[in-house]
């Protein structure tokens, strides 16, 4: 495998479901990112992970719940979701800009999971 | 505060024509970078060129063409010879700097672009 790649690419859950998206990079880098794409809207970062640390949390609500066990792996746990959470969750890695990256923070995305919860 | 901004929601171009995609930005920082990133209907967000803010030359990857002016605060992308493949949502990206001092990226709200036959 090469890249970022994501599972599943396509989810339907209900409202009391539990569920889990999953992205892996093999690209050697540091960082690694969760955005949010509504339809009609700009991406949205939610949250970013630096040497598995969470740096940031972009007032995503608790209901999203993000777990980075290492550098090359990044979850994103999903439960008692509403209807409007349907988006396209795309997963992204760099190398951490603070760490010689530079203002060069080219992120490199995975294919996203499409996410519709009814 | 740092925004992006893409008027064109949509364009149309014929095929081998050029095409300039338009993208103004504001940002207090003296150092950022700017992204362009094309979308297909598949969803994978695809890289397509950077330009640094203290980069003198305007980019260039292949058929694509960052047109920078730093005093406007634009950074248009140009597609040179369109192709039928071309189609797809671009988006302009910068990277700007967090609270935590880490740099992350911000997104326009991005152009659709249909190359016609």
């Known amino acids: 495998e090469t890249g970022v790649t994501q599972t599943p690419r396509h989810l339907v859950m209900g409202m009391t479901n539990k569920k889990s998206l999953k992205c892996e990079q093999h690209l050697g880098h540091n960082a690694m990112y969760w955005y949010k794409q509504s339809a009609k809207k700009p991406l949205e970062l939610m949250f970013v992970?630096?040497?598995?640390?969470?740096?940031e949390n972009n007032s995503v609500p608790s209901r999203f719940s993000p777990e980075c066990p290492n550098s090359s792996h990044l979850f994103l746990h999903l439960h008692t979701l509403q209807p409007e959470d349907s988006a396209l969750y795309l997963c992204a890695s760099s190398q951490d800009p603070a760490s010689g990256g530079g203002a060069n923070n080219e992120q490199f995305f995975g294919p996203g999971t499409r996410l519709t919860v009814l | 505060a740092q925004k992006i901004t893409q008027t064109q929601p949509g364009m149309f171009v014929q095929e081998k024509e050029a095409v300039t995609l338009d993208c103004t930005y504001d940002t207090s920082d003296q150092s950022y970078g700017l992204f362009w990133y094309k979308q297909p209907s598949s969803g994978e967000m695809i890289f397509l060129i950077y330009q640094g803010s203290y980069d003198e030359q305007n980019a260039t990857e292949g058929r694509y063409s960052l047109n920078f002016q730093k005093a406007r605060k634009s950074a248009n992308l140009v597609i040179s010879a369109s192709q039928l493949g071309d189609s797809a949502m671009y988006f302009c990206?910068?990277?700007?700097?967090?609270?935590?001092?880490?740099?992350?990226?911000?997104f326009g709200s991005g152009t659709r672009l249909q190359v016609q036959p």
């Open positions: 990206a910068m990277s700007l700097v967090m609270d935590t001092g880490r740099r992350a990226l911000t």
């Open positions: 992970y630096n040497f598995k640390e969470q740096t």
